[in-house]
């Protein structure tokens, strides 16, 4: 090795738990180098080897009796600056223990040590993790989760509070059914222990309360909130209490929090909107799901935001007029909206989001619905009835990202029932230049999505992307980086692919080109000429 103490260090982290293991048998020398580090990450026990499982379960509880005799030996007058004893200095955890960083889940943990418990012995399993984790003072979890069935257990529940959880950077608490339920004080006693470095914080868990729930809580209500706490997501939790006290408790400690997700969340949502609005001053991305929000619901949630909303993210929810409305009221901060399956939105409410946001970078319009994703091309041509004129949009300058399907535009070239007439001759080619001026005014587009796979409801009413039908109307997306064209009946050939190389000097993915019934050649001169560029 280099004998360069930081050089030693970054060949030692870039090599496997395998070639660590290989190196310490090299010599005396490198052994020493690498034992540490062999011991740094011991995830990898997590993975079903039962053998290695039990050889370390046995090196926990090796190390456990060997601190426990030493400590039966000692008499008074033992001088703490002589040496330590042998069998005391020959710990392994004494030795390895501060190089630590990863240990398997406390679950997983119990398991392996619960094995080397020999039934006569007077020590339990969670005594050996509580001894382990005393031993590993850098060890941290950078995700965690920890399912109802450990915290209702008192004992494992003490010691991964007291010596896992405040550790833990995202914390997940999970229930193992859809109707198990959770008592209130077992998740405070959990949470109370989380630290100021925990930054994500997941609870899908149905909460309930018992009548001695009172007399096992702490009065805690000076306690400060997780001022590194980013990230609070809340899926599938139910909680029939009148007060919902466990919630209002939680709110109160998310003050730093910037990025809400909800799923559902039946009966905690007025409660919600309520905590949002008193206590989470900086919050301002959301993203709401379910199929059972209500109007006034969804309302009191979009108008709760102090700061303004930057990030709207809603999937398969229904938004009424007075939703979308309150939605707009944040029109002047909003960044991203990204709609999946939303039912109530019309062309012109999409519309309004383009035209009236001035700081918009993405506008996505998605789902599995297969109407409420499309926008019908005469809305988003968005003209001036007086002047013929395009309408001005503020997001103009701001959009980098828009994934929207646009359909209604006659295609007399093709033959199939779905095509949709032309009122007059011309009239798709007419429709045609005018959305490819639209486009064109979007000039630091970096990402267009006109299509998608699996949705071929509107595909023979989409843009033909072609040279005849005036594609280089949009040859000033010089920033523009991806394109997908699935599912959509375009004529893109080779002239086309040559032409979008040229004017899209940034072009590097490209969905849709490899779809069955695709020009080949077009496929063949991309892959030959720029590889570089992926074909999805």
Same mark, same amino acid.
């Given at each position: ?74 008499? @008074? +007058?033992? &001088?703490? =600056?002589?040496?330590?004893? $042998?069998? #005391?200095?020959?710990?392994? /955890?004494?030795?390895?223990?501060? !190089? ?116 096992? @809580? +702490?009065? &805690?209500? =000076?306690?400060?909130?997780? $001022?590194? #706490?980013?990230?609070?997501? /809340?899926?599938?939790?139910?909680? !029939? ?296």
């Amino acid at each position: 090795m280099a004998d360069i103490a930081e050089l030693d260090e970054l060949i030692s982290q870039q090599l496997s738990q395998h070639d660590l293991a290989q190196c310490i048998r090299v010599s005396r020398k490198w052994f020493r180098l690498f034992a540490p580090h062999l011991w740094g990450d011991l995830s990898c026990l997590e993975n079903p080897s039962k053998v290695r499982q039990q050889a370390f379960g046995r090196v926990v509880l090796e190390d456990y009796l060997l601190k426990h005799q030493h400590q039966e030996s000692e008499d @008074e +007058d033992y &001088d703490a =600056e002589q040496p330590l004893p $042998t069998t #005391l200095s020959s710990r392994p /955890l004494a030795k390895y223990g501060p !190089w630590i960083r990863e240990l398997p889940y406390p679950r997983q943990l119990y398991i392996i040590l619960h094995s080397v418990c020999d039934l006569d012995v007077d020590f339990t399993a969670t005594e050996l993790m509580r001894h382990l984790y005393k031993q590993c003072p850098i060890m941290e979890f950078q995700h965690l989760t920890l399912f109802t069935s450990s915290i209702e257990w008192d004992e494992l529940m003490e010691v991964v509070s007291e010596y896992v959880i405040p550790r833990t950077r995202s914390l997940r608490v999970e229930k193992q059914h859809r109707h198990h339920d959770l008592e209130s004080w077992r998740l405070k006693y959990v949470l109370r222990h989380c630290s100021s470095i925990m930054e994500e914080l997941t609870i899908q868990t149905n909460v309930i309360y018992l009548e001695d729930d009172n007399d096992k @809580e +702490d009065d &805690d209500e =000076e306690a400060q909130p997780w $001022t590194q #706490l980013k990230r609070l997501e /809340l899926k599938w939790c139910l909680d !029939w209490s009148e007060d919902k006290a466990f919630w209002a408790w939680l709110w109160k400690r998310c003050s730093h929090v910037e990025h809400l997700v909800v799923n559902d969340m039946d009966d905690v949502r007025q409660s919600l909107a309520e905590g949002i609005l008193t206590h989470m001053p900086n919050l301002n991305k959301i993203h709401l799901e379910g199929t059972s929000w209500k109007s006034e619901e969804i309302v009191a949630i979009l108008s709760a935001s102090r700061q303004g909303w930057k990030k709207v993210s809603m999937s398969c929810l229904s938004l009424s007029p007075t939703a979308m409305t309150c939605l707009m009221n944040h029109s002047s901060t909003l960044e991203r909206l990204m709609l999946d399956g939303i039912h109530g939105v019309t062309h012109s409410d999409k519309i309004q989001v383009l035209r009236c946001c001035p700081m918009l970078y993405e506008f996505s319009d998605a789902g599995q619905q297969s109407n409420s994703r499309f926008i019908d091309v005469h809305s988003f041509v968005d003209q001036d009835p007086d002047t013929g004129s395009l309408k001005a949009w503020e997001s103009e300058a701001s959009l980098r990202a828009l994934k929207i399907c646009i359909v209604g535009i006659p295609r007399p070239e093709l033959y199939e029932s779905q095509v949709i007439k032309e009122d007059y001759p011309g009239q798709g080619q007419e429709l045609h230049n005018r959305v490819y001026a639209r486009l064109a005014r979007l000039t630091n587009l970096e990402s267009l999505w006109l299509g998608e796979e699996g949705h071929h409801h509107g595909a023979f009413s989409c843009l033909e992307m072609s040279l005849e039908s005036g594609l280089d109307g949009i040859s000033g997306l010089k920033a523009l980086r991806e394109l997908n064209v699935s599912s959509m009946r375009t004529r893109i050939g080779e002239r086309e692919v040559q032409w979008m190389v040229e004017h899209w000097p940034k072009l590097r993915v490209i969905h849709g080109l490899l779809e069955k019934g695709r020009d080949k050649k077009a496929v063949e001169w991309l892959q030959q000429h720029h590889p570089d560029i992926s074909l999805k």
